[in-house]
Nanobody, 119 residues
Framework: VQLQASGGGLVQAGGSLRLSCTAS????????VGWFRQAPGKERVFVAH????????SYAEFVKGRFTISRDNAGNAVYLQMNNLKPEDTAVYYC?????????????WGKGTQVTVSS
């Protein structure tokens, strides 16, 4: 499964971006999907996760109330809506997927998309 994250860019603090994650040649119907980010000089960290069945979402504390992960009705894409962006949200954002239930690791990773938030 080849994943592609897109939608990054440069935005001012307080602004919004919506990231998209697509999978080549298939839908996300049977996959749990997560978003991660890696800031310069830091480790990659978890941002959000959407379960396969039920579409339950979970978030890192530092994005709760500002970011929303969702899946489109056709299952073709998973989104990360990012509102009220802060300079500390600047990072490369990655999407990842695993078939079925998440059990501690993701099997597929996409290339990241850069998000830069200016103050």
């Amino acid at each position: 499964v080849q994943l592609q994250a897109s939608g990054g860019g440069l935005v001012q603090a307080g602004g919004s971006l919506r990231l998209s994650c697509t999978a080549s040649g298939r839908t996300f119907d049977n996959y749990a999907v997560g978003w991660f980010r890696q800031a310069p000089g830091k480790e990659r960290v978890f941002v959000a996760h959407l379960t396969w069945k039920g579409g339950r979402a979970s978030y890192a504390e530092f994005v709760k109330g500002r970011f929303t992960i969702s899946r489109d009705n056709a299952g073709n894409a998973v989104y990360l809506q990012m509102n009220n962006l802060k300079p500390e949200d600047t990072a490369v954002y990655y999407c990842a997927a695993v078939r079925g239930y998440y059990s501690g690791s993701y099997d597929y990773w996409g290339k990241g998309t850069q998000v830069t938030v200016s103050s």
